[in-house]
């Protein structure tokens, strides 16, 4: 019944695990909505209809007596501090102090640029290379700076489309190379501004797979609404094949560029 | 200035020193009149508000049919809609909002609630209003400038905002930012008046908790907007610097962009409630009038605004939830943003407690009164969902929070403003608006108005996000379904717009053709009902002495059901 409500008012199919609790609570502020505001209108319509000149032609210069709505304002605080201490402060809590830990975790990189993603996994390794503005260099293949002496970097690959593998908690640091984007996944419940110059990071475990589309959510310029990219969560055979064949043409093209002693690039 | 001037008259002769201009350019351009000043910044304010609303216009019709040719405009570039949207915002804002609920009201209420015969400085008042007009204008060159407007959101958010070859306007950056800093130079000079004209020049016998609990909520408002707008100034500033001559104080390089953010929702926010007071105000006054009853809880409410103040101070970071902020810093900001919702609801309980047991007649003001209840309710319920962290990161930058925040401006500008109008007009014309016209008006606007927004919680809630030129490439938001919620707002806007002829034709037919108005039309207590319709310069013949509140309303034991400040008995 809880979470009925979300369904009435069109909240999209959810695709992740914590999105579970979050839409519990929004199915609760739902309600805690409604009660508020049909209570308070039913207050104000009676008030206005009981009240009105024809029916009351003489006002009551003293008017309201009592406490009754002192104890309602009361109760409404009350539902309030549940809601936020309940609800709202653990959530938060959860998603922004506690990270997942463990092999199970993937981490990755999202750096915004107008106007595109670019989505950086670690390779087989499973370690992520240093990146640094310095080293932007897109022409040559490396659009989101990895440090070429960096020995982690070499088998890291990047890719426009965000692929996760379904049932695992990803962790990714979002950033910016321009102006403020925002990395909005909506089936996740999920979005995190990419600032330039900050490293700020999201979670979540994607719990069923699919293709959604990442739309920014950040006013980044006239071309913010082409800046699309898609989110695709697929079983983890699927993005293991497909992170093992990017991640060695990364490599082989890292060490080629090595070998022929041009400008570096992974 | 005479400390004592509280009652002493002493100031009076140094107000009367600037005499009743006589030609045409003295007496409506360039006049020190407080009320003359408030039909400029009212006036200014409600063409700004055309502007707006045709801006809001071409959108919306852009957003129902992204490929159609918009008629009275032509077809949109991605560019041009950032520049609308942009525009729209800050217009809405700074230049309608701002004017008409807090210097035109203002201006024109505060010499007259209080009983004096103009502000405290008058030249300083003018000037006021100079600085203003300038700034409307350099806002508009903006559009004519090349490479045309401003299109970085509102919120005007470096990088974006600081670099020409992020913005794609060289110019409009630059003329955006130096109009709003000018703008609120302007409201800085009027807000000094204000304050000081209500404390030192009150009427003889009118103690504190003796004004109009309006006149109370103005000054709140303008305390909280001086107290807010200092660092948004000098970010301006900075960013200003940032834009011509390449600092970085906002850029990545060894500066910071979530610092103008702060800096900016540090004034942003406690502007909310910078146009809200005032307008709570009004409706306290017209709900008094139009039933007969003295406010409820006259002192808790002027108590709770306070409160309200000092909270809107605090609440600033809940707009950076998703920015990167501190999570243990962001569970405070919902803490706070929680809590000032409950003087809030205060406020709004004592004025339908006002109403209770009151004899309520529904002439025009009233319903606008009652109409922004409503309407702001569903704006605070609303709220729910976005001062709570967690909720928010989903809403963030959807259409859930540009639907949240037009239901609590749309009923505090549009709504407020037109119960002003409304109320005010007897008084500033000395004629009275047609009420059935005033009725299709009012009838027609609000529900319209709903018509408009409620879609738009739903777009919202099914995760689109704002500030989108054409949403044909994302499968999940092209849907028949979303694009149906778009149309029925586009269409809804146009019958809203529609809707405000019979204003325009009640406003003229009355202006030549009103019955006459009479000093005081709707049998209110407050002093600005004892001058003249309309008052002439200087107010009064001789400055009004106050007796009493200005609630007292139905008096046991008295034969009128109201009771004039300044009647001696």
């Known amino acids: 019944m809880v979470s009925k409500i979300n369904e009435w008012f069109g909240i999209p199919a959810l695709a992740s695990e914590h999105g579970e609790l979050l839409d519990h609570m929004l199915g609760f502020v739902h309600w805690f909505m409604v009660v508020l505001f049909v209570g ?29 709505t002192t104890h309602l304002e009361i109760g409404v ?40 993603w670019n989505f950086q996994y670690s390779g087989n390794d499973k370690m992520l290379g240093v990146n640094d503005p310095k080293f932007f260099n897109p022409n040559a293949g490396n659009p989101v700076g990895i440090d070429a002496h960096d020995p982690n970097g070499k088998d890291d690959f990047v890719s426009p489309t965000l692929k996760l593998p379904v049932g695992r908690p990803v962790i990714i640091d979002v950033s910016s190379k321009d102006v403020i984007h925002n990395l909005a996944l909506v089936p996740m419940r999920a979005a995190q501004d990419a600032t330039p110059g900050v490293r700020a990071h999201m979670w979540f475990k994607p719990v069923k797979t699919g293709t959604w589309d990442i739309i920014c959510g950040q006013l980044c310029g006239p071309g913010h609404a082409q800046m699309k990219a898609v989110l695709e969560v697929v079983e983890q055979k699927d993005f293991d094949e497909w992170s093992k064949g990017q991640s060695e043409g990364a490599k082989k093209r890292s060490s080629e560029a090595a070998a022929a002693g041009k400008a570096p690039a992974h | ?84 949207v942009t525009n729209h915002g800050t217009i809405m804002i700074f230049w309608v909002a701002m004017p008409v609920l807090l210097a035109g009201l203002g201006n024109y209420c505060i010499p007259l609630m209080i009983g004096c015969d103009d502000m405290v400085f008058p030249r ?145 926010h406690p502007e909310v409630y910078v146009l809200l007071l005032p307008e709570l105000g009004v409706v306290c006054e017209i709900i008094c009038v139009f039933s007969r009853k003295p406010l409820f ?84 319920v609303t709220g729910i969902y976005l001062g709570s962290s967690a909720l928010d990161v989903y809403f963030h930058d959807t259409y859930f929070v540009v639907a949240h925040f037009h239901y609590t401006l749309i009923p505090l500008v549009a709504f407020g403003g037109f119960a002003i109008f409304t109320y005010y007009f007897p008084k500033v014309t000395g004629k009275m608006l047609d009420e059935r016209l005033g009725q299709i008006h009012f ?24 500030r989108i030129y054409d949403y044909s490439g994302f499968a999940e938001l092209a849907t028949p379904g979303m694009l149906k919620m778009r149309v029925i707002a586009t269409h809804a806007l146009l019958v809203m717009m529609a809707f405000q002829l019979p204003f325009i034709w009640n406003v003229l037919k009355s202006l030549f053709a009103g019955a006459p108005a009479g000093a005081n039309p709707w049998k209110a207590n407050t002093l600005e009902w004892a001058a003249d319709s309309p008052p002439p310069h200087g107010n009064w013949p001789e400055l009004p002495e106050v007796h009493r509140g200005p609630y007292e309303y139905s008096v046991p034991g008295r034969e009128d059901d109201y009771w004039p400040q300044n009647a001696a008995n």
Request: net charge positive; aromatic share 16%; hydrophobic share 55%.
């Open chain 2, 1 to 84: 200035m005479n400390p004592s001037s509280v009652t002493a008259p002493a100031h009076q002769a140094d107000a009367h020193a600037h005499h009743e201009p006589q030609g045409f350019f003295s007496k409506y351009l360039f006049s020190c009149d407080h009320k003359v000043i408030a039909l400029q910044y009212t006036l200014t304010g409600m063409f700004m508000a055309v502007v707006g609303v045709y801006m809001s216009y071409v959108f919306r019709m852009h957003l129902a049919n992204p490929t159609a040719h918009i008629p009275f405009y032509g077809v949109l570039s991605p560019a041009a809609y950032n520049s609308l």
């Open chain 1, 40 to 68: 308070w209108s039913a207050y104000l319509v009676y008030v206005l209809c009981r009240f009105r000149a024809k029916r009351n032609p003489q006002a009551d210069y003293h008017g309201v007596r009592g406490h009754t």
């Open chain 2, 297 to 380: 809880g006259y002192k808790t409410m002027v108590y709770t605004t306070f409160m309200v103040g000092i909270l809107s101070m605090v609440v600033w970071a809940h707009h950076q939830f998703v920015a990167g902020i501190d999570p243990r810093m962001a569970s405070i900001f919902s803490l706070t943003t929680i809590i000032i919702s409950i003087p809030v609801a205060v406020i709004m309980f004592g004025m339908i407690a006002t109403m209770f047991k009151g004899s309520i007649d529904f002439k025009v003001p009233m319903l606008w009164a009652v109409g922004i209840i409503v309407e702001f309710l569903l704006g605070g």
């Open chain 1, 77 to 116: 605080v009350i539902v309030e501090a549940i809601l936020l201490l309940g609800f709202a402060f653990p959530l938060w809590a959860r998603q922004a102090d506690e990270y997942p830990t463990g092999p199970d975790v993937l981490r990755m990189r999202a750096l915004g640029e107008k106007f595109l």
């Open chain 2, 124 to 268: 300083v008042n003018r000037l006021s209003f100079q600085i203003f007009f300038l700034s409307t204008v350099l806002l508009l060159l903006g559009f004519i400038a090349p490479g045309g407007a401003f299109g970085g959101a509102w919120t005007s958010y470096p990088p974006l905002s600081a670099k020409a070859d992020y913005n794609m306007t060289p110019w409009g950056n630059k003329i955006w930012l130096l109009a709003v800093a000018l703008e609120i130079v302007a409201f800085l000079l009027g807000g000094i008046n204000f304050i000081t004209t209500a404390m030192n020049s009150r009427a003889k016998g009118m103690k504190m908790f003796d004004m109009p609990v309006l006149v109370w909520m103005i000054v709140i408002a303008t305390i909280i907007f001086m107290m807010s707008v200092g660092p948004l100034v000098a970010g301006a500033v900075m960013l200003l610097l940032d834009q011509t001559v390449g600092t970085h104080f906002f850029g990545a390089q060894g500066g910071d962009p979530v610092l103008w953010q702060h800096l900016f929702w540090f004034f942003g």
């Open chain 2, 443 to 466: 009838w027609g606007t609000a529900i319209a108005f709903n018509f408009v927004f409620i879609p738009l919680f739903f777009s919202g809630l099914a995760g689109e996000h704002r």
